[in-house]
T-cell receptor, first 114, second 111 residues
Framework: DTGVSQDPRHKITKRGQNVTFRCDPI?????LYWYRQTLGQGPEFLTY????????KSRLLSDRFSAERPKGSFSTLEIQRTEQGDSAMYLC????????????FGPGTRLTVT | GQQVMQIPQYQHVQEGEDFTTYCNSS?????IQWYKQRPGGHPVFLIQ?????EVKKQKRLTFQFGEAKKNSSLHITATQTTDVGTYFC???????????FGKGTRLHILP
């Protein structure tokens, strides 16, 4: 296992379309996080899972966003009816529950909404 | 809104000079982590501090956690071109266990 992977790396979509991103965490990690990062800002927390349970969802996340982790392994993040303001880098990170809780980030999916 | 403030936003230093970035939280943190993000890259974990007043060193990097567990600093001695990037602190709020990232300090090294 070489780390956290995300797919696709880049996505260009038209306003109003739906998009779905995938994250494959490090295999033994039971915590999975989604963040959004825009230029000049730090990662902004969106949601996190412990195994298959979604334990927290940011209040900043509108109803157009949904995330799943059906088998406690990979996760998907879907954005419905995309808006230009959704353009950002979407980062996934995973960690072990115990220990240092350090988060290992994936390379991100860069979304551009035109 | 942003509850973990990080300063400065940008820092330009001559190669060989020291660099410090500061992180301040409005609320007590159970721990704080530091990450480095190279241009075009993703955040990479550097260290976690847990104890009040804790100081940790990694070669030329020194990390401190304040006595009140509300602030932290990262100091780099004798910067090198490989230190270029954005340094983020990420605090875990004690009251609700949420992780809040600072906006980062972007370090640029002048040759």
């Amino acid at each position: 296992d070489t780390g956290v992977s995300q797919d696709p790396r880049h996505k260009i979509t038209k306003r109003g379309q739906n998009v779905t991103f995938r994250c494959d965490p490090i295999s033994e990690h039971n915590r999975l996080y989604w963040y959004r990062q825009t230029l000049g800002q730090g990662p902004e927390f969106l949601t996190y899972f412990q195994n298959e349970a979604q334990l927290e969802k940011s209040r900043l996340l509108s109803d157009r966003f949904s995330a799943e982790r059906p088998k406690g392994s990979f996760s998907t993040l879907e954005i419905q009816r995309t808006e230009q303001g959704d353009s950002a880098m979407y980062l996934c990170a995973s960690s072990l529950r115990q220990g240092s809780n350090e988060q290992y980030f994936g390379p991100g999916t860069r979304l551009t909404v035109t | 809104g942003q509850q973990v403030m990080q300063i400065p936003q940008y820092q330009h230093v001559q190669e060989g000079e020291d660099f410090t970035t500061y992180c301040n939280s409005s609320t007590t943190l159970s721990n704080i982590q530091w990450y480095k993000q190279r241009p075009g890259g993703h955040p990479v974990f550097l260290i976690q501090l847990v104890k009040s007043g804790e100081v940790k060193k990694q070669k030329r990097l020194t990390f401190q956690f304040g006595e009140a567990k509300k602030n932290s600093s990262l100091h780099i001695t004798a910067t090198q071109t490989t230190d270029v990037g954005t340094y983020f602190c990420a605090g875990r709020r004690e009251r609700d266990d949420k992780i809040i990232f600072g906006k980062g300090t972007r370090l640029h090294i002048l040759p």
